[in-house]
């Protein structure tokens, strides 16, 4: 690992979620896969020729979790015909990770669908936030159904749902099980992956 210093950093004890901070709070960003990249450019640095040691050896194993998120949408309040005026989403997921969550749907009097989105901080605790369309512009505040849900985290999309008027009232699943999982398509021969707990584990070593 050496030359690389967030991963000179973690070798010695520093926890990967404080070196890829930024990469996990970032919807846009897989913070697995840069830890990956870094940790491929970082191997092929370093192989191939003898490195003197200056010091003592460090190893480190780490466990790296690949996101899983969980996210149901409940419509709530009927508008005008076919539309509601509110609903609420529900969302969890295995580690902190901030996930984005858009519904894209035509407004009441509108004619052109548009999409609302919500970045959120996920965590294992599970929270929930209510989306009103009760806003200044009325009559425009009801959305007709049906509308799209979608769902973004560590620079992927996730999954999506459409809701229609017979699910009013009730909570629908737009991520759940292993649908949410965020896929990491790296296939290094170095990484172990846990099939059943979707962790990684990779052993560092620097001097």
Not at 17 to 31: I, K, N, R
Not at 99 to 111: M, Q
Not at 123 to 152: A, C, K, M, W
């Amino acid at each position: 690992m050496m030359g690389d210093e967030r991963l000179e950093n973690i070798t010695s004890g520093t926890p990967f979620e404080t070196e890829y901070s930024d990469e996990l709070d970032d919807p846009d960003t897989a913070a697995t896969e840069m830890f990956f990249d870094d940790l491929e450019a970082a191997n092929a640095n370093n192989s191939g020729e003898w490195v003197p040691a200056d010091g003592e050896m460090r190893t480190r194993t780490v466990d790296v979790v690949s996101p899983s998120v969980a996210v149901s949408v409940k419509p709530e309040e009927w508008g005008t015909g076919d539309t509601t005026r509110s609903m609420r989403f529900s969302y969890e997921a295995n580690t902190e990770t901030q996930i984005e969550i858009s519904a894209t749907g035509t407004l009441w009097g509108k004619d052109e669908p548009q999409t609302e989105t919500e970045l959120v901080e996920a965590d294992e605790d599970g929270r929930s936030y209510r989306y009103s369309l009760h806003t200044g512009e009325s009559p425009h505040n009801q959305i007709h159904y049906p509308f799209d849900v979608d769902v973004r985290a560590g620079g992927q999309h996730v999954c999506s749902e459409t809701i229609t008027d017979g699910d009013h009232g009730e909570k629908v699943a737009v991520c759940d099980g292993t649908d949410g999982n965020v896929d990491t398509t790296d296939d290094l021969e170095w990484v172990d992956l846990n099939e059943q707990t979707g962790n990684y584990r990779v052993t560092l070593v620097d001097s």
